[in-house]
């Protein structure tokens, strides 16, 4: 609000709107998390978006006068592939990619009198603001006494620890899968809040060193207590009191105190026994060694590769169409706001926001919600304060409307009309509601627009990295099980990467049948997945605690997900999906001999089911061949 009204009271009001933009764009990528997570997560795109509205004021200027009409709409999809194409790295770079093109249309098609360069900086200075706001005002909702910028990380911290307690209680039941993955989303999103930017190499204060230990302390329980889950019997409820202790001692800042020790009858409680040992010394240590917290920077080559591989060029493709074809349209329509519709197109075909169809509608209800609701404001009033309380209240409402897509269309739609006002344009409520309308069908006609070659490439790739990260992690378990802080580093990357991918297919699942069953097939490959993934976590208990031998029923248990994960893999391969080439990857290895890196040779029975897990029978080397090196 405040640099909308400076604006406003100092005459100039189309100067507030580039800020005001900067500003909602920063509320929309604004998501609960760490405080330091939002500098990437809300200041990476806005630098985006004062990139894109800079370029996006220059390509008028592109080619002949009078040539708007056909080479903008050419501009904008070429734009609009790249930007796509960039979208399929990674959260962040998805909304640098949307924000980009959104301002670029915007600094396109809206007429202000400030110079392309003057509404790049003002729109960094309206994201800078909200941003500054982001990280100096204190939560409301505090229930600790520390430094209140690590509210966001200790309830991460303390969100895992809770997570822990609920599949411990829930093991043995039917909710303890629905757990698990509770328990995974809940690392994720620690592991993402403690690793926000930094200006120093190390840990800057014993706070933050004591938050990352307490995370480092969750670990193995959580480890633990998916082996104890994956057993599938009952435990008493003393079993979960230690980490749900732990999670309140996270919130409160306060001293665990005594934890109920469950009782050390098998390698799960024996391993739950010594993480909570280990943990209740973490909380006890007020201050801890320097930590080294600073991340290694990411290697550009994958990257690059990931976002102009497959997945890359077929959103790429799918954003450039709808972005080019709205514009195009709208130009041959001699539209007043054209820009309104390859804006709205950009926004409906970004897949993070649900499924197709669903997002559609609820733009379209949103959107009519919204005109119907400014027009019968600005019915009763007039004047460019009006619009400047308008545009407060509709950012005030942004973080709650976030959690539906049509809330958000509705409340974004009084916002932008509103800063269509105090830009000096005559308002056009039911203009925005026709403009929606055509986005909307272009998108759902591009949307299922069948293209050559294979389709659900997102999919294809996200099960592709989930298929090679729990390669990798049965590997190491199986090759060194004593080597705990590398299996820790490889078990978090198998279960993001499952989640990442369960995720994906839960998407697409939820498409028509046209985009759905493109993927179809790799359903039962991710369960397949998901019950590998938890044995191997299971025989990693195992093999720690003995330090010898896996026992037979688990060698048996991971022998038989090993062929049902090849036999997803060429049911799938039947209904013309296929994985990937896994190229480079040495198969999983299934034998009865000691465990240890050192190779085994091989048998020649194919009936032998393993007792000890280093090299393969010769039926589970060729399955896990088959599996992880189809093509």
């Not at 430094?147 to 039917?174: C, K, M, N, W």
Request: hydrophobic share 50%.
């Amino acid at each position: 609000m405040l640099p909308l009204l400076a604006a406003a009271l100092a005459d100039r009001p189309t100067a507030g709107v580039p800020a005001a933009l900067g500003a909602m764009f920063a509320g929309i990528n604004d998501r609960p998390g760490g405080r330091r997570s939002s500098v990437s997560r809300v200041g990476v795109p806005a630098l985006a978006g004062a990139a894109g509205l800079l370029v996006g004021s220059l390509l008028p200027a592109a080619g002949r006068p009078g040539a708007a009409m056909f080479v903008l709409p050419v501009l904008l999809g070429v734009l609009g592939l790249l930007a796509g194409a960039l979208s399929s790295i990674g959260p962040v770079a998805s909304a640098c990619g949307t924000q980009v093109l959104v301002a670029a249309v915007i600094g396109a098609g809206m007429p202000l009198p400030e110079s392309g360069g003057e509404r790049a900086l003002l729109f960094l200075a309206g994201a800078g603001w909200a941003l500054f706001l982001l990280l100096v005002l204190p939560s409301q909702r505090r229930s600790s006494g520390g430094p209140y910028r690590y509210d966001g990380e200790r309830e991460a911290v303390a969100g895992v620890y809770a997570a822990v307690a609920g599949l411990l209680r829930a093991a043995g039941s039917a909710r303890a899968p629905a757990r698990r993955a509770a328990l995974t989303a809940a690392l994720d999103q620690a592991q993402d809040a403690l690793s926000g930017p930094r200006l120093r190499r190390y840990a800057s204060s014993a706070a933050e060193r004591r938050l990352h230990a307490q995370y480092a302390a969750a670990l193995p329980l959580a480890e633990a207590a998916t082996a104890l889950a994956w057993a599938g019997e009952p435990l008493p409820g003393r079993v979960a009191e230690g980490p749900r202790r732990l999670a309140h001692a996270v919130r409160t800042g306060s001293s665990c105190g005594p934890l109920p020790a469950p009782v050390r009858s098998g390698a799960g409680l024996r391993a739950l026994d010594d993480a909570l040992l280990a943990a209740a010394e973490a909380f006890d240590r007020r201050a801890g060694q320097p930590l080294r917290t600073v991340r290694g920077r990411p290697d550009l080559v994958p990257l690059l590769r990931r976002a102009f591989g497959p997945a890359g060029r077929e959103y790429g493709f799918r954003v450039a169409l709808c972005c080019g074809i709205s514009a195009a349209v709208a130009l041959g329509l001699d539209h007043e706001h054209w820009y309104w519709m390859p804006a709205t197109a950009v926004f409906l075909v970004k897949p993070d926001l649900g499924p197709l169809v669903s997002r559609v509608l609820s733009r379209v209800a949103g959107t009519v919600g919204g005109a119907a609701a400014f027009a019968g404001f600005f019915a009763l009033v007039s004047g460019p304060l009006p619009a400047v309380a308008a545009v407060a209240v509709c950012g005030a409402l942004i973080p709650v409307a976030t959690r539906h897509f049509a809330a958000q269309t509705a409340v974004v739609t009084v916002l932008v009309l509103s800063l269509v006002v105090l830009a000096g344009e005559p308002q056009a409520a039911w203009g925005r509601v026709v403009e929606s309308l055509s986005a909307c069908a272009i998108v759902l006609l591009v949307g299922h627009l069948p293209l050559p070659g294979q389709r659900g490439h997102r999919v294809r790739d996200a099960v592709d990295t989930a298929v090679a990260a729990a390669h990798r992690y049965l590997r190491h378990v199986l090759a060194h099980p004593q080597d705990g802080a590398a299996r820790g580093v490889l078990r978090r990357d198998a279960y993001r990467s499952l989640a990442a991918a369960r995720a994906a297919l839960d998407l697409s699942a939820a498409e028509l049948p046209p985009v759905a069953g493109r993927t179809a097939g790799f359903e039962e490959v991710a369960g397949a997945l998901e019950r590998l993934v938890d044995t191997t976590t299971a025989c990693a208990v195992q093999l720690h605690d003995r330090s010898a031998a896996l026992p037979a029923p688990h060698a048996r248990r991971i022998a038989e997900q090993l062929a049902a994960l090849d036999a997803a893999h060429r049911a799938s391969a039947r209904s013309g999906v296929l994985v990937r080439r896994l190229r480079g990857r040495d198969p999983v290895r299934l034998r009865p001999g000691r465990t240890g890196s050192r190779p085994a040779q091989r048998r020649s029975s194919a009936d032998t089911v393993p007792t000890q897990v280093t090299a393969p029978t010769a039926t589970t080397e060729r399955a896990t061949q088959r599996t992880l090196s189809r093509s």
